[in-house]
């Protein structure tokens, strides 16, 4: 899939890419998510499970193992990259605020 698609990320799109940075399946990387946004973002199974299916589909994440219906994923290179750059995208929009909002 081209990376297009995903120019920009959701807050669930990159904070599920973050969590993914180890090995996880749907219900830790829903708790992961909770843990990193302290609790801001939450993410239902349906929503969690149709991106990860996005994900899985763009080469972004790979499914690793499969114990019983419990799946396990994790970030492959392109989605490393495509979270780098989604996270130097959000910096820069931090960065050009700045000067209007701290008047």
Known sequence: MAREQFQSLTEQMYYILLALTEERCGVDISRQVGEISGDRIQIG????????????????????AMEGRKRFYKITPYGRRVLKEEYERLKKLVEEGKPYVEL
């Open 45 to 64: 199974p349906g929503t969690l499970y149709a991106l990860l299916e996005k994900f899985k589909v763009s080469g972004m994440i790979a499914e690793t």
